[in-house]
């Protein structure tokens, strides 16, 4: 079978730019101090089923969370995700000795890992009263993901979350995220409805500075917020099958990270903070031209003196998957044109001789789409990527917003499932 590991050339480094992993049963109860052993996350078994509870709450099926199976075979979403048990999934799915071997396989360098039993911005807290047993959850959880990337000298690069039902743990929580090395921060895009201000508003900036400050990545996950969530379960019309619903469900996550791209710029986040670097990920770039073009248009439509305080599609640009791994230096482009690309395999790192990193890409042609005249200055298809990075490297100047992350799970590449999905 060819994988990455036998196409990839030598001092590439291959990045997968979004994946998963498992939780364990025990990672908050063997943590958590005595008082709240028994109120912590943990898994019971309810009505023969494997859940996850806090607080005496259950918040979700307690999976193996994976699309593979213990002989590497794939199965549907519907099968996988919501019938098996958690002995049937892959043991890469949360067994970190197991990922790396599978990844050894398939050539991959490094992984940015997401959340899963708390839900991808950590939604599933929504419901929990006590506010130090929220906390908790939080920091244990965090705590154990600076132990995995410790632990695999940072070939793994596991995303922490913030406590978003308060601004101001959240700043605190960053500060000891940066102290611990871990490589950016995972986030809700609807903190409203854990209690806080939608994220519109200018009461984040406080964490918005502190992430530009200390170079953490801000990554918003489809799929990261109880309101996105309720949307994934109303896009299919009820009488489709129950095999296709997870189909349209999945397809149009992808759309609604739109919504989180247009809000953040419309709202002046990045005017205000140049060095913010934020990530959709999972979420694709094939719509990042149109919304794009329908932004600057609808913008001074509807809001002529919003629109001429900033310039919409200028602050977006597609990532080397959005992390850092390795101490390398990730730059992208101020302005407004827009780049994407249609390779299927992962955004990697070359490895020079000097033994820093710098951007690479797959030598795939670069699709270019700006419908202003002046842009037509830019390459068009038929410039590979490679090209058009050292170009891009050659302008420098720091990211100003949103990098759009490709899924590129290695089991994708190989074998199209995933590990330890959420």
């Known amino acids: 079978m060819t994988t ?6 030598e001092r590439l480094a291959v990045l997968d730019a979004d994946s998963h992993l498992t939780d364990v049963d025990d990672l908050w109860t063997k943590r958590a101090p005595a008082a709240y052993k ?16 806090v607080e005496g709450l259950a918040v979700g099926k307690a ?21 098996w048990d958690f002995e049937r999934a892959h043991m890469g799915a949360w067994d970190i000795d197991t990922r790396l071997e599978v990844l050894d396989s398939m050539g991959i360098q490094h992984q940015v890992l997401y959340p899963n039993a708390l839900g991808l911005g950590g939604q599933a807290l929504a ?13 244990i959880f965090n705590d154990s993901r600076a132990e995995i990337q410790s632990r695999t000298n940072n070939r793994l690069l596991p995303m922490p979350i913030l406590p978003s039902w308060d601004i101001d743990a959240c700043v605190r929580e960053v500060q000891r995220i940066s102290d611990m090395g871990l490589r950016g921060v995972n986030m809700t895009s609807d903190p409203q409805d854990l209690g806080s201000p939608d994220l519109a508003n200018r009461a984040w900036d406080p964490l918005w500075e502190a992430c ?47 919504r989180v791209v247009i809000n953040t710029i419309f709202a002046g986040v990045f005017d205000r903070h140049p060095k913010l670097k934020m990530v959709s990920v999972e979420s694709g770039i094939g719509w990042v031209p149109f919304i794009l073009e329908t932004m600057d248009w609808e913008l001074p439509e509807n809001a002529p003196a919003q629109a001429a305080e900033r310039n919409t599609s200028r602050r977006i640009g597609t990532p080397p998957c959005g ?3 390795g101490g390398a230096t990730f730059r992208s482009w101020s302005t407004r044109s827009v780049r994407t690309t249609s390779c299927s395999r992962p955004t990697s790192l070359t490895r020079p001789a000097s033994g820093r990193s710098r951007l690479s890409t797959c030598t795939t042609p670069w699709r270019h789409f700006d419908p202003r005249p002046a842009a037509r200055s830019w390459p068009r298809t038929g410039t590979s990527s490679t090209a058009w990075a050292e170009r891009v490297f050659a302008r420098g100047g720091g990211l100003r917003g949103v990098w759009v992350g490709v899924h590129c799970d290695p089991s994708v590449a190989a074998r199209g499932g995933a590990l330890g999905d959420g």
Not at 4 to 9: G, H, K, M, R
């Open 323 to 325: 992390s850092r791994p």
């Open 212 to 258: 530009a400050d200390l170079e953490l990545p801000v990554h918003f996950h489809i799929g990261s917020s109880l309101t996105a969530m309720n949307f994934f379960g109303q896009y299919f019309w009820e009488s489709q099958h129950e095999y296709v619903k997870p189909a349209i469900g999945g397809a149009m996550l992808f759309i609604g990270n739109a």
């Open 127 to 139: 419901d929990v009263k006590d506010p130090v047993l929220r906390n908790l959850c939080v920091e």
């Open 4 to 9: 990455l590991a036998s196409e990839t050339p």
């Open 38 to 53: 028994d109120q912590i996350l943990h898994v019971e078994n309810i009505d023969g089923e494997r859940t996850w509870v």
């Open 63 to 83: 999976g193996g969370g994976s699309t593979i199976d213990r002989a590497g075979v794939k199965h549907p979403f519907q099968e996988s995700m919501v019938e």
